[in-house]
């Protein structure tokens, strides 16, 4: 079964860019699947932020704006994400996942099937 | 980008009782729908896909329903370990994909 840990500062200064790394253990990823980051602000609900799968480019959520970087490193089997100019706003659990294609009857539906334990990032001076 | 509205926000409830949550969105989006928990503290965890399909492991008490707008999550008999947030997911339209604001299950 595929396990996710997040990995990454848990402090960044305004307008410094947040960087979190997602390793992934018992699955290759460049397996058929997307990787994703999924935010949680303090008592709120969730965030998609993005995804990228390691043939094609990657999709972001347009509320971020092109502040969002999402990469893969195969060697290390790992994904990472960049987010720039943050704010307070962006304070929040953040969760690395796997998206799969799972089959229902006649179609191809896409679920977070495994994710990580969350790693809190405080955006303060 | 496609809304997601659940009701109630939150939900008081008792073990052994039946309990149903809805989802609705803003559009049309077929049976495109997951839903998940939330326990304090720990990653959401994946009970339901394609709006009435239960994720292996999960137990039979949940259940979904569903298809267009309209979406509920039911559990038929409430369990301590039950007591959790739910949210609910469309991956009809991506991206983005979009949650809703979650219903929290309380005692």
């Known amino acids: 079964q595929v396990q996710l840990q997040e990995l990454g500062p848990g402090l960044v200064k305004p307008s410094g860019t947040l960087s979190l790394t997602c390793a992934v253990s018992g699955g290759s990823i460049s397996s058929d699947s997307w990787w994703t980051w999924v935010r949680q602000s303090p008592g709120k609900g969730l965030e998609w932020i993005g995804e990228?799968?390691?043939?094609?480019?990657?999709n972001n959520n347009p509320s971020l704006k092109s502040r969002v970087t999402i990469s893969l490193d195969k060697p290390k089997n790992q994904f990472s994400l960049k987010l720039s100019s943050v704010t307070a706003a962006d304070t929040a659990v953040y969760y690395c996942a796997r998206v799969v294609a799972g089959r229902a009857a006649a179609r191809i539906i896409y679920y977070f099937d495994s994710w990580g334990q969350g790693t809190l990032v405080t955006v303060s001076s | 980008d496609i809304q997601m509205t659940q009701s109630p926000s939150s939900l008081s409830a008792s073990v052994g009782d039946r309990v149903t949550i809805t989802c609705r969105a803003s559009q049309n989006i077929n049976t495109y729908l997951n839903w998940y928990q939330q326990k304090p503290g720990k990653a959401p965890n994946l009970l339901i896909y394609a709006a009435s399909y239960l994720q292996s492991g999960v137990p039979s008490r949940f259940s979904g329903s569903g298809s267009g707008t309209d979406f509920t999550l039911t559990i038929s008999s409430l369990q301590p370990e039950d007591f959790a947030a739910y949210y609910c997911?469309?991956?009809?339209?991506?991206?983005?994909?979009?949650f809703g604001q979650g219903t929290k299950l309380e005692i």
């Open positions: 997911q469309q991956s009809y339209s991506t991206p983005p994909y979009t």
């Open positions: 990228l799968h390691h043939i094609g480019s990657p």
